[in-house]
T-cell receptor, first 113, second 113 residues
Framework: EAQVTQNPRYLITVTGKKLTVTCSQNMNHEYMSWYRQDPGLGLRQIYYSMNVEVTDKGDVPEGYKVSRKEKRNFPLILESPSPNQTSLYFC????????????FGPGTRLTVT | GENVEQHPSTLSVQEGDSAVIKCTYSDSASNYFPWYKQELGKGPQLIIDIRSNVGEKKDQRIAVTLNKTAKHFSLHITETQPEDSAVYFCAACSQGGSEKLVFGKGTKLTVNP
């Protein structure tokens, strides 16, 4: 089944404790992206990657890091999480190359206390 | 940058009625307009999209129209069913490398049996 998977689905952590949210897709997509979803603010892009080893900032990149060492994986890293990063996070992938269609994972609900 | 406005924020209809959700965008360079359906606890699911060289697209009970001159596009759902109840998001994507989707803030659709 073609899908985007994320792990963990739920995470409660404390301020300053580094964490990684994994994202993997099995559709051989070149494009991958991370979004966060907050009430009243909708979905906003954090980082994106056009291909392996190519990443760039989205609209809200502060406090996040990403890497794209393999085509299928695009982990989101929070080096020192803060309470304002409490949110619902979605990974998405797409074929890229100007097609623009993106398919989303099931989401990761993160709470930072 | 691109800005997408979506209305209404909530919409309640009777089963069998039609539902219309409207979005406006600001960047005339945007050329791809997807609609996503998000059910509770799930990631956004692409349900239909339209590109700037097309004025209307239909897929069974759902249709999308695009007016490039006025910079607005709409989602039409006919013969609504209770399973259509969800949050619907419109988005716009500009040409260029990032393929970033800029989302509206969503419409919560409730279809009453």
């Amino acid at each position: 089944e073609a899908q985007v998977t994320q792990n963990p689905r739920y995470l409660i952590t404390v301020t300053g404790k580094k964490l990684t949210v994994t994202c993997s897709q099995n559709m051989n997509h070149e494009y991958m992206s991370w979004y966060r979803q907050d009430p009243g603010l909708g979905l906003r892009q954090i980082y994106y990657s056009m291909n392996v080893e190519v990443t760039d900032k989205g609209d809200v990149p502060e406090g996040y890091k990403v890497s794209r060492k393999e085509k299928r994986n695009f982990p989101l890293i929070l080096e020192s999480p803060s309470p304002n990063q409490t949110s619902l996070y979605f990974c998405a992938s797409g074929t890229g190359q100007g097609t623009y269609e993106q398919y989303f994972g099931p989401g990761t609900r993160l709470t930072v206390t | 940058g691109e800005n997408v406005e979506q209305h209404p924020s909530t919409l309640s209809v009777q089963e069998g009625d039609s539902a219309v959700i409207k979005c406006t965008y600001s960047d005339s360079a945007s050329n791809y307009f997807p609609w996503y359906k998000q059910e509770l606890g799930k990631g956004p699911q692409l349900i239909i999209d339209i590109r700037s060289n097309v004025g209307e697209k239909k897929d069974q009970r759902i249709a999308v129209t695009l007016n490039k001159t006025a910079k607005h596009f709409s989602l039409h759902i006919t013969e609504t069913q209770p399973e259509d109840s969800a949050v619907y998001f419109c988005a716009a994507c500009s040409q260029g490398g990032s393929e970033k989707l800029v989302f509206g803030k969503g419409t919560k659709l409730t279809v009453n049996p």
